[in-house]
């Protein structure tokens, strides 16, 4: 199985910059979607599918594959994208994003969409799961790796830190944790609804091997994978520093595009924004 | 009944009915991090001091509810039905064991919620929170209704679910019969011989639709908007029993445990008559249009006129 795509920094971006085209498409041809946390997202996922995962398209399942966890599974545009880029769905599957029958339902679904390890779109769950996927790998002495994206407001799930927890007990070396520090939940941003103060002192006061980058900085986002994988005696989080709707001038750190659809005036500003 | 117009999703009729206890100052309002989607929201906005934000943390929420109701507050707490379930033993040994006034809300209940897909489609959610012992549980079928019923759970003395649903549908009241909705008693909406049609939640539209295509048939219906899954209006049952002596139930819920687990426990305790029921199927949803799924799943209208037929012939 190939590791990533072989891309360089510079490909890594051009593979970015098309892949915010295709979030901001399928939420405006859905009427409906999680442009936000996709956009933010989306320079990471680049990261981790061109550079780092090992996954096999020709066999999605392939049991020695690296395993990755969107936990925040409202971020499937970004999702899609990359699985797109990386050969797993076709341009006319990402038209079924949230369209019945679609192997793109509105949260990521591994039933549904080939190259998705995790079904998600209830919050808090995936790290529990990819702890499950390191210890299975450990006792299958593989060197597969399990990384799980969460979003900040998803830390307020107490299941999250029943994980923290529980993957240092284990000193478990292969999961590697991403956490999208963009400061915006559903209904507001997070410092209004539940503060959460300094992200890596938490997880580092956990016992946690701890790295803050930005998150749109693509040079420190191949960099901060590199070191996670470095890390093998116990857990590791990336916590980046990223914008919410990133990329799209009246998206970006604006609550409202959560989980709204641009209008058709601006979709055809964000398109010429990400030309 | 007079046919109102327009339409209302029963999640708006919760947020009105939260901004009409405003100046109650023992109501809180507490949110996990949805409350432009529950509605709570409308509430938040006014009376900041009055409503706890808790961030996603459902289970945190329940205690906390009902840490206020033994203060003296009278809590309503919302999230979508889905992500309720999260704390479900919170509720079960928490709220509904010492039996602690706390009213629970959960929108966004079933298929008709949509293109989030089966992650989001609570259908299972009347199922569950019916088995606990004191809870009542309620899903009112519009916005007009909803308000009225959450109004009513002011002065409730048990602690509750309610169940709302995202969508509008076609209003099934109007200001002028709000007087007919209490808790706890099903709303006859069309009266006829033949057989009961006992729907809540976005299905009384549909088997409102359903009275029509029949009529056309010659059969007559009995139409009942059965907002209160628990507890179940048995007497109206009985009466329907003796009158109609067949039953459809239509819920947008599985068949297994909701109104038809309900409505069927009953009958076949009492007076045993044929049961037909409209709902999801053993299965879980997924992505698309409210309508779409109601096809694929065979909720729509004409699923419940096929039904009646069968449950007729089986008289
Ligand atoms: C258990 C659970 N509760 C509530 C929700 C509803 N919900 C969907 S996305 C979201 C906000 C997520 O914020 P965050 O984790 O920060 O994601 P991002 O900003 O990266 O989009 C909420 C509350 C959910 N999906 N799951
Ligand atoms: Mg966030």
Redesign the interface.
């Known amino acids: 199985m190939e590791r990533g795509m072989g891309f360089n920094v510079t490909e890594l971006e051009a593979m970015a910059k098309r892949c915010r085209r295709n979030i901001v498409k399928m939420v405006y041809n ?1 009427g ?2 999680h442009p936000g946390g996709s956009l933010s997202a989306i320079d990471m996922l680049v990261g981790l599918y061109g550079h780092r995962l090992r996954v096999d398209t020709d066999s999605p399942k392939a049991s020695d594959r690296d395993r990755f966890i969107m936990s925040k ?1 409202h971020a499937s545009p970004g999702v899609y994208a990359v699985l797109h880029e990386r050969g797993f769905l076709t341009e006319s599957d990402l038209d079924t994003f ?5 192997s793109c ?3 990521v ?1 591994m039933k ?1 969409c080939p190259g998705v390890d995790f ?6 769950m995936g790290l529990s799961f990819g702890i499950g996927c390191g210890l299975a790998a450990t006792l299958d002495s593989s060197e597969r790796t399990a990384w799980v994206m969460l979003g900040d ?2 830390l ?3 299941q999250i830190w029943e994980g923290v927890m529980a993957a240092v007990h284990h000193e478990i070396g292969n999961v590697k944790v991403i956490v999208d520090r963009n400061g915006i ?3 507001d941003f ?1 410092d ?3 503060r959460m103060f300094d992200v890596s002192e938490k997880f580092s006061s956990f016992g946690w091997s701890v790295m803050e980058i930005d998150g749109h900085n693509m040079e420190e986002v191949v960099n901060a994978i590199d070191w996670a994988d470095q890390v093998t005696d116990g857990p590791a989080c990336i916590v980046m520093h990223t914008v919410k709707g990133k990329g799209v001038s009246f998206m970006e750190n604006n609550p409202k595009f959560h989980g709204a659809a641009p209008s058709e005036e601006q979709f055809q500003l964000a398109m010429e924004e990400l030309a | 009944m007079s046919a109102p117009s327009g339409g209302g999703a029963s999640r708006d009729g919760y947020g009105a009915a939260l901004l009409e206890m405003l100046d109650d100052d023992k109501v809180v309002v507490l ?1 996990a ?5 529950t509605k709570s ?1 409308l509430f938040r906005a006014e009376k900041p001091s009055h409503t706890v ?5 459902e ?2 929420m329940m205690l906390v509810a009902a840490g206020m109701a033994t203060s003296g507050y009278v809590p309503f707490a919302s999230t979508f039905a ?2 309720s379930e ?1 704390g479900f033993e919170q509720v079960r040994n928490g709220i509904a064991r010492p039996n602690i006034v706390v009213h629970l809300c959960g929108s966004h209940g079933g298929i008709h919620t949509g ?6 489609q609570s259908i299972e959610d009347l199922a569950i929170y019916r088995t606990l012992p004191n809870m009542t549980v309620i899903h009112p079928c519009d916005d007009i209704s909803a308000r009225e019923l959450t109004l009513q759970l002011r002065n409730h003395d048990s602690p509750s679910y309610m169940r709302t649903a995202r969508n509008k549908v076609p209003r099934a009241y109007s200001e002028d019969d709000i007087q007919k909705l209490q808790i706890g008693k099903g709303v006859v909406h069309r009266e006829g011989d033949d057989v009961a049609i006992l729907a809540c939640g976005v299905m009384l539209n549909e088997a409102m639709n359903a009275h029509t295509e029949l009529e056309q048939a010659g059969i007559h219906a009995t139409v009942v908007d059965m907002h209160t899954i628990k507890p179940l209006d048995t007497k109206l049952i009985d009466d329907l029993t003796r009158k109609c002596g067949a039953f459809v139930t239509a819920e947008d819920h599985s068949v297994i445990g909701g109104l038809a687990g309900a409505v069927s426990e009953h009958v076949v305790a009492n007076q045993p008559v044929p049961v037909e029921m409209i709902g999801v199927q053993d299965r879980f949803g ?4 409210s309508d ?2 109601l096809q ?1 799943m065979g909720l729509k209208s004409s699923d419940i006129v096929d039904a009646v037929k069968r449950v007729i012939a089986r008289k």
Not at chain 1, 98 to 102: C, D, E, F, S
Not at chain 1, 119 to 124: F, K
Not at chain 2, 53 to 57: F, Y
């Open positions: 859905a409906a979607g599974g949230r369209k019945l029958g679609g339902q509105g949260h679904d549904w079904s998600a779109g209830s919050l808090g407001g998803e307020q799930e107490g939940q559903n209904d997070c209004h609804q539940m | 949110e991090d949805l409350g432009k989607s929201c934000s808790l961030g996603i943390a289970q945190n889905i992500f999260r293109t989030d897909g089966s992650s989001a997924e992505s698309g249009g779409e799924l694929i």
